[in-house]
Structures are given as C-alpha cells and as structure tokens.
T-cell receptor, first 113, second 114 residues
C-alpha cells in the first residue's frame, strides 16, 4: 500500500526565512503526489501536484516541490516565509487507478515575526 | 464558479442517532469523495462516487454510507453514531475522478457526538 510520511509535526521559521517541509513516500510504482494547505476552519487547498511530468513542480503562493525518486521524497519549499503562510500542510499520494488521497499526518507551520 | 459547498457546517448529535451530510460539487465535476479528519487519525478516505456509483471505499465500518445523485450532489450517512465519529467531514470534487485530477475540497461539516 502506498503511504506518505511527513517529518516534523510542527515547524517554526522566521518571517523571510526558508520554508522546508519534508515528505517521503512509499510506493512500488511511480506515485502521484500532492501538497495541500489547510487554514483554520477551512477545507484543503491544493498547492501543487506531481503527475510524472517535470520533477520540479511550481505551485501557488511561491511554493515549489521537487520529486526525487532516489530519495523517495517530495519536499515542499518556499524561499521566503510570509506571515500568511502559517497553516497546516499535508502531503498526499494518489494510488494509480483510484481517486483516493492517502495523506500524511500533516505539518503545522508557524511563522515568527 | 462556485466552490464545493457542504451543509450543514456544524452538527451536534448524541450517541445512537444517525446523521446525513450533504455535498454539492463544483459545476461540471462528476466525482465526489469524502474524507474524515480527526486529531488522532488525521485525514482518512471514506469513499468516492462517480456517476452515481461508488467506485472506491476506505476502511470504515458499514455504518458509514453514501450516495450520489444524477446531478452529482452527494450525501453521506452515519448510522448509530459513536463518540469516535466526532470529526470534520470533508467533501471533495473533481472533474473525472482520475488519480491525477485535482480534488477541490469544501469547508467541511464539523460533527460533534455527545
């Protein structure tokens, strides 16, 4: 079964600093990978997705992620954190042949002024 | 386009009761999926409907059921509620329900079971 592991349930960075949220996947076949963000009392919003095209994927709000097969990773980065980035971030994998997202446990990002 | 809407937004029930949650997908979207979000278990897939048929099902007991109507609107039902069913229930819609399709999420229904 496919799964994802997010390292670090809480990440805290200063405003203007690099944001790095880690995600590793487990899959016997090339996966489809997603990053979603959830703001308080809201649903999930797609940041970006990898569907076996370019390995460096650019998303909304300045976020990007790189698919590294050798490391089974799909880490999310943003060069400069903004206060509005404070939220919970979820990495997810979609098994081939099925529309069902398998989510990681989430990483809560805090931005310090 | 209007986003995914879910009703009601908040619900309080007691153990043993049943509950029905409603989801209206984005216009033109044919696939609707349901997820349960709890602090302990995180986000878990419940089921997915496409063209009024359940195509995929997660690992939940039979008390959890759903259906989809011809206009793609979907409902999920939980019978004989337990305390552990307290959660945020999220609905998501996508165009064709392919594994690469983006799923657009609604704001969720927060269910509290007392």
């Amino acid at each position: 079964a496919q799964s994802v592991t997010q390292l670090g349930s809480h990440v805290s960075v200063s405003e203007g600093a690099l944001v790095l949220l880690r995600c590793n996947y487990s899959s016997s076949v090339p996966p489809y990978l997603f990053w979603y963000v959830q703001y308080p009392n809201q649903g999930l919003q797609l940041l970006l997705k990898y569907t076996s095209a370019a390995t460096l994927v650019k998303g909304i709000n300045g976020f990007e992620a790189e698919f590294k097969k050798s490391e089974t990773s799909f880490h999310l980065t943003k060069p400069s954190a903004h206060m509005s980035d404070a939220a919970e971030y979820f990495c997810a994998v979609s098994p081939q042949g099925a529309q069902k997202l398998v989510f990681g446990q989430g990483t809560r990002l805090t931005i310090n002024p | 386009k209007a986003g995914v809407t879910q009703t009601p937004r908040y619900l309080i029930k007691t153990r043993g009761q049943q509950v029905t949650l409603s989801c209206s997908p984005i216009s033109g979207h044919r696939s609707v999926s349901w997820y349960q979000q709890t602090p302990g278990q995180g986000l878990q897939f419940l089921f997915e409907y496409f063209s009024e048929t359940q195509r995929n099902k997660g690992n939940f007991p039979g008390r959890f059921s759903g259906r989809q109507f011809s206009n793609s609107r979907s409902e999920m039902n939980v019978s004989t509620l337990e305390l552990g069913d307290s959660a945020l229930y999220l609905c998501a819609s996508s165009l064709e329900g392919r594994e690469t399709d983006t799923q657009y999420f609604g704001p969720g229904t927060r269910l509290t079971v007392l």
